[in-house]
Nanobody, 127 residues
Framework: EAQLLVSGGGLVQAGGSLRLSCAAS????????IGWFRQVPGKEREGVSS??????VYSDSVKGRFTISRDNAKNTVYLQMNRLKPEDAAVYYC??????????????????????WGQGTQVTVSS
């Protein structure tokens, strides 16, 4: 059974940093693209960053502050979040989809492309 386990959320002051982890199991991790999304109650889910087929993309709102990376040996993807702002507060999710399905993708893969989703982790940023 495919699973994504998200961890690393918490409360941080504005300007601080957090690192989220997304640990995968139950599928061939190397063959999958990973994306990070976030959602605030009452708002649509927003793409934050995605790593697929040699590309890395970020939303404009986090570009220059967040960094996505992956360690295939550990089946884990990370999202390093620096210089956090109150508007970054949300529940953060990771998601996975076979990379081959994004072979013609340009830009940020939308959430409906992804097959598997983690459970989410709350990030709270105090001002």
């Amino acid at each position: 059974e495919a699973q994504l386990l998200v961890s690393g959320g918490g409360l941080v002051q504005a300007g601080g940093s957090l690192r989220l982890s997304c640990a995968a199991s139950g599928f061939t991790f190397d063959d999958y693209a990973i994306g990070w999304f976030r959602q605030v109650p009452g708002k649509e889910r927003e793409g934050v960053s995605s790593m697929y087929n040699g590309r890395i993309v970020y939303s404009d709102s986090v570009k220059g502050r967040f960094t996505i990376s992956r360690d295939n040996a550990k089946n884990t993807v990370y999202l390093q979040m620096n210089r956090l702002k109150p508007e970054d507060a949300a529940v953060y999710y990771c998601a996975a989809v076979p990379s081959r399905l994004l072979s013609r993708m340009v830009g940020f893969p939308p959430d409906y492309e992804y097959w598997y989703w983690g459970q989410g982790t709350q990030v709270t940023v105090s001002s």
